[in-house]
């Protein structure tokens, strides 16, 4: 059998699996969405009630204790109800499977939109919803670890033009501050390319500082269509080591950037810090000049405020495209729980 015909079966195994799950939960299938390391993933609706609102039903195996972590960290989280952090709706359990239930993002991910033509307008909105949404998590005492495109889903709300963007999947997030202080965090969490430099060696680091490198990442993304390098590691990447070298290296994405706003190059650098006792903080971001007054110039004027232009990636293609080899420079790397959430 081939690799195809092998990844064809196993998808239509966890569909029914999830359909199944969700039958007895009183739900039905809507879609499935695809499955991965973090679980099975449905978008579901009540049996009941052809009203009701989509759901998206995450399904994780209960044969370990760490799918209690993602939960309890979600729904510390959930209780602030910040919009640009995913709502948590419920958790329900059936024999070895527990079905978590979330909002449901009708706009996919931000990857998915990634190579639409963008203007910085949109762009300066999705980046501040971020770092406000990290500012909300550092602020209840966790970092995320594993910021990247594909963890931050769009939602279109009443009015057409307006999107926001929502952080999700805490997997790997853990507490970097609690009663007795701040402290650092074990080192080799979340995806290899936008991890911080300093995540590829085996001391504990600065979570938030991890989470502001990551955002700094997503954000040359958005600008310049691609991530710089495929990992944050002199030894594995060429661009990356030039990088470290040269303070004025650029690369194609820098100078997209450039090109459209000297000003965000400087932000990103400044993000980009290779010393993490000397990256901007979340608050230093904001009160960055570009990040706090926006002004769009000549040539990227704004024709419909947030509109994605070209054609959209559906959510079974984002995640048939994540489940295959990551495109360009992705390279995916995960570790189990960490030291300093045991």
């Not at 978008?43 to 009941?48: L, P, S």
């Not at 499977?97 to 449901?104: G, L, P, R, S």
């Not at 639409?116 to 307008?121: G, V």
């Not at 502001?212 to 958005?222: D, F, K, N, P, R």
Request: charged share 25%; hydrophobic share 35%.
């Amino acid at each position: 059998m081939s690799a195809s015909e092998t990844n064809l079966k196993n998808a239509d195994q966890q569909t029914k699996i999830n359909a199944d799950l969700a039958e007895q939960l009183g739900y039905r299938q809507l879609q499935y969405l695809g499955a991965g390391g973090f679980g099975a993933v449905s978008v579901v609706q009540k049996n009941d009630d052809k009203k009701a609102k989509k759901i998206v039903m995450k399904r994780v195996s209960t044969t370990n204790n760490e799918y209690k972590d993602e939960i309890e960290v979600h729904e510390d989280l959930n209780g602030g109800m910040h919009p640009n952090i995913i709502a948590l709706l419920s958790c329900e359990y059936v024999n070895d499977y527990a079905a978590i239930f979330m909002e449901y993002a009708n706009q996919n991910t931000l990857l998915s939109h990634v190579d639409s033509n963008w203007t910085l307008k949109t762009i300066h909105g999705f980046f501040t919803q971020l770092i406000s949404g990290l500012h909300y998590i550092h602020g209840r005492g966790y970092c995320h670890r594993d910021i990247k495109s594909e963890n931050l889903l769009i939602s279109r709300g009443w009015f057409f033009f307006f999107r926001t963007l929502k952080i999700c999947d805490f997997g790997v997030a853990c507490r970097y501050w609690d009663q007795r202080g701040t402290f650092d965090v074990e080192s080799g969490y979340g995806t290899a390319h936008t991890w911080a430099p300093e995540n590829f060696g085996e001391g504990n680091v600065n979570g938030p500082a991890l989470d502001v490198w990551s955002a700094g990442i997503v954000l040359v993304e958005m600008i310049g269509g691609d991530i710089p390098w495929s990992q944050a590691n002199a030894f594995e990447d060429g661009e990356f080591a030039g990088y470290e070298k040269n303070p004025k290296w650029t690369n194609k994405e820098f100078r997209i950037i450039n090109r459209k706003d000297s000003r965000i190059m400087n932000l990103v650098r400044g993000i980009l810090h290779i010393d993490a006792t000397q990256r901007l903080t979340i608050g230093e971001i904001q009160e960055n000049d570009w990040f706090k007054n926006f002004e769009c110039p000549r040539n990227q004027m704004d024709t419909a405020a947030g509109t994605f232009a070209g054609r959209k990636r559906t959510y079974e293609e984002t995640f048939q495209a994540q489940a295959l080899a990551m495109p360009g420079k992705r390279v995916k790397t995960l570790k189990q729980k960490c030291k300093c959430c045991q």
